[in-house]
């Protein structure tokens, strides 16, 4: 059993920067691998990055350019996603979820989904 909470979303103007932070309460951190994923309005929600708590190994969707990184704090139980450069286009609610064992960035492949953080990108 995993429960998420994310923060750090808000309205940023285009080419800022946001830390969207994941604290994942569960009893065995390591166990988890935790991805983030992206919804906006009208489309799909999709996968963005994972990471394996345990090792700390990450996974990328081949569209990510650089511009978003996942790390993890096993003190805190924290797992955060660096967003430089934002876009219009990046504007979407943020979610982060776990599942054990290893990473995939199929939503439907995870079981302990955090509420959302709201991202709006405008000028």
């Known amino acids: 059993q995993a429960r998420l909470v994310e923060s750090g979303g808000g309205l940023v103007q285009p080419g800022g920067s946001l830390r969207l932070s994941c604290e994942v309460f569960?009893?065995?951190?390591?166990?988890?691998?935790v991805g983030w994923f992206r919804q906006a309005p009208g489309k799909e929600r999709e996968g963005i990055a994972c990471i394996l708590n345990s090792d700390g190994r990450v996974r990328y969707a081949d569209s990510v350019n650089g511009r978003f990184i996942i790390s993890r704090d096993n003190a805190t139980k924290t797992v955060t996603l660096q967003i430089d450069g934002l876009k219009p286009e990046d504007t979407a609610t943020y979610y982060c979820a776990a599942r054990g064992v290893n990473c995939r960035l199929r939503p439907d492949t995870f079981g302990y989904w955090g509420q959302g953080t709201q991202v709006t990108v405008s000028s």
């Open positions: 569960a009893g065995t951190f390591d166990y988890y691998a």
